[in-house]
């Protein structure tokens, strides 16, 4: 289980994050297809981060949450899920986490602005990857979300 605080944010306080999941998809036989649900209902909103998580409930269906607006060009898991006094990630009960997703912003002209050798086709190439960050946070988290997905501002 991936731990999200500091050992001094663990200290200073227990139980943060989401108290309870957002609303929840309709039930889906396979986890793809609720990722799929989650960058549907994304849509065309890339004005700034949308993310959630994608949970199995105990028959055996996947759920994902209603995309969760982040702040700016940065989504906070913690909007999602709770974290327990030990700082590490807590299942929402009647839930196992079995994926993250997000999305990211249509910053093209921002991606080109901060990477003066980047044509227009790389700047898309980009926001349709995931940036560093965000892989070592999936590789972080991988025993709490062995799954990550991403939806990106050109997808179709």
Known sequence: ????????????????????????????LHEADAANWAHQEIGQRRDIEYGGVIVRDPTGQYFATRPVAGKGMQFDLLAVV??????????????????????????????????LTFDVRMAKAALGFLSGADFYRDVHDRSFFPSSYLSGPDDP
């Open 1 to 28: 289980m991936a731990i999200r605080l500091s050992r001094e944010e663990r200290a200073a306080s227990s139980n943060r994050g989401a108290t309870q999941l957002p609303p929840l998809s309709p039930a889906f």
């Open 82 to 115: 709770g974290t327990g006094n030990d700082g590490y990630y807590l299942q929402p009960p009647g839930y196992t986490c079995v994926a993250s997703y997000h999305s990211h912003p249509a910053q093209h002209e921002k991606m080109l602005q901060r990477n």
